[in-house]
């Protein structure tokens, strides 16, 4: 009996389907089946009742896999606990990270340190959307706002400014805003997810030494459910949008934008690496956590530096 054959057939236990379980595995259906009937052949019974339409345990089943779901529990922290002995840096890393931190921030720096570990893989997942650790088969997300679901693990990475940005070429066509109110007249460029548009900009500010705060929709000129398309359409001039000072980055520093009313202050966010449980928790998994919290930090500084930010982002 093979250790991974009965993975399979604990997974097709907690869906209820080989073929969700073959999904989440990342197998062939065919290759789950033959793994769940060679369990079958070795102990002699039935694990499932199988129908057209539905699978559930049989009575052999709800007595066995309860079992063999403690005892690979064990195996697993057993392995877990080598791993931590010995401070291993080794195994795949399925990560999960939206587009625009993803592609230019976070997936270059992974590359990196798998240059220096090179007994780790990586598999990525590149989205926007909400993340399912288990109907994704994720180990880790990277992820702005703290982890909402108590059931989760989360390390705070750093604070995230958000700047109001436009291109050089952009302001040659119109003039800055000077104030809030003044965006009505611009095209705004808006992040969409799943189905919600997210084309209210926040604002405050002193003004005659009293704190104003402001509420801002301007004109949906584009809009698109992924951020680097968001920030690419910033780049070529098509108008105003409001992003992260860590996806921005790069494009500052370089002047492909410039920031916009700084004399006001948009809500800050915050980076954050999620795990879905201690479990999950590998020597691996904590020198990324460290490695992301060194490259933010000294991207941030850089931001500092050149008088984009102010220093205080960079408080825990």
Not at 136 to 143: F, G, P, V
Not at 249 to 257: F, H, K, P, Y
Not at 288 to 311: H, I, N, P, S, Y
Request: with cysteine.
């Amino acid at each position: 009996m093979q250790l991974e054959d009965l993975r399979v057939v604990l997974k097709v236990a907690e869906f209820r389907s080989i073929t969700a379980a073959a999904t989440h595995l990342d197998m062939q259906m065919a290759t789950a089946s033959a793994a769940v009937k060679r369990i079958e052949a070795a102990l002699g019974v039935e694990l499932f009742v199988r129908t057209t339409r539905h699978l559930r345990l049989s009575s052999a089943g709800e007595r066995y896999l309860p079992q063999c779901i403690s005892a690979m529990s064990m195996l697993d922290q057993a392995k877990q606990t080598i791993h931590n002995d010995l401070d291993i840096i080794s195994g795949e890393i399925r990560l999960a990270v939206s587009s625009d931190l993803g592609r230019n921030i976070a997936i270059p720096w992974v590359d990196d340190f798998m240059v220096q570990h090179p007994k780790v893989t990586l598999r990525a997942h590149i989205s926007d959307s909400n993340v399912d650790f288990y109907r994704d088969a994720l180990d880790i997300a990277l992820r702005y706002g703290a982890p909402a679901d108590s059931n989760v693990y989360g390390f705070k990475i750093c604070n995230v400014p958000r700047l109001l940005v436009a291109s050089p070429s952009y302001l040659e066509l119109q003039d800055a805003p000077k104030h809030p109110k003044d965006l009505l007249n611009h095209q705004g460029l808006f992040y969409q997810l799943q189905n919600i548009l997210n084309d209210t900009w926040h604002f405050s500010g002193n003004e005659s030494g009293a704190d104003k705060t402001y509420k801002v929709k301007p004109k949906a000129y584009c809009a698109a459910n992924d951020g680097d398309l968001v920030r690419r359409w910033c780049v070529a001039g098509k108008g105003v949008a409001v992003k992260s000072s860590l996806d921005i980055a790069n494009d500052l520093l370089a002047g492909r934008v410039v920031p916009l009313l700084t004399d006001y202050n948009i809500p800050q966010g915050e980076l954050w690496l999620i795990c879905p449980s201690r479990q999950s928790i590998t020597p691996t998994v904590r020198l990324l956590r460290d490695m992301f919290r060194e490259r933010t930090k000294a991207l941030l500084m850089q931001l500092v530096e050149r008088g984009f930010l102010q220093k205080n982002v960079l408080a825990d």
